[in-house]
């Protein structure tokens, strides 16, 4: 019987190898609209909010209007980068194979929109391996507790019953809100120190080690 029956994923940066892809869109999108483009270290920071929150902490000075307008090109530059689909980190889809043919539930809890999450379900063959999926655009963003929430209540678990693995600070701080246990992964956005800041189950360097915490989950 193992401990979590659901396992819960960030997307970009926890499963696809997207952060660099993500920071040219953002720098494109604000070229277009003659800002100065935040930094990569900066953008990376947002990565896995909700797109116009993101924007807003990047460029706090800009009218309601100018983030809606940049939100769009962000959306016009990342779809049309898209045609070439950002690859998960090596392993992953090995990983989430094995776990779906262990039996284990797996859901998505993402800063994409609904529409960029089916855009790379579809790029990439993998929608059918979720049960389960929550966007920015379709409830409350990061880091506050919702994602989990609704989609531990779709499956009619506890809280106990499922782990959000992610790579920043929003992911944990999510998880630890919806008192769900939590993974940190090191190889995307945020470093360790900020993840340990949400006391993480544990904290992996490698996608090896994320695959054999999850597969050797024995209650």
Known sequence: MFRYQLIIFDWDGTLMDSLSRIVQCMQ???QDLNIIPASAPAIENIVGLALGIAIRQLHPSLSDEEVELMRQRYSFHYIKA??????????IPQMLRSL?????LLSVATGKSRKGLSRVFGAHD???LFHSSRCADETRSKPEPDMLLEILQLHNLSPAQAVMVG?????????ARAKVDAVGV????????RLRRHNPKVCVDRVEELSAWLHDDIA
């Open 167 to 175: 790579d920043t600070e929003y992911d944990l701080e999510m998880a």
């Open 28 to 30: 494109a999108a604000a």
């Open 100 to 104: 779906s043919q262990q039996g284990r």
């Open 126 to 128: 993998v929608g059918a």
């Open 186 to 193: 090191t190889w995307g956005a945020h470093d360790i120190t």
């Open 82 to 91: 898209e045609a070439t689909p950002s690859p998960f980190f090596a392993g």
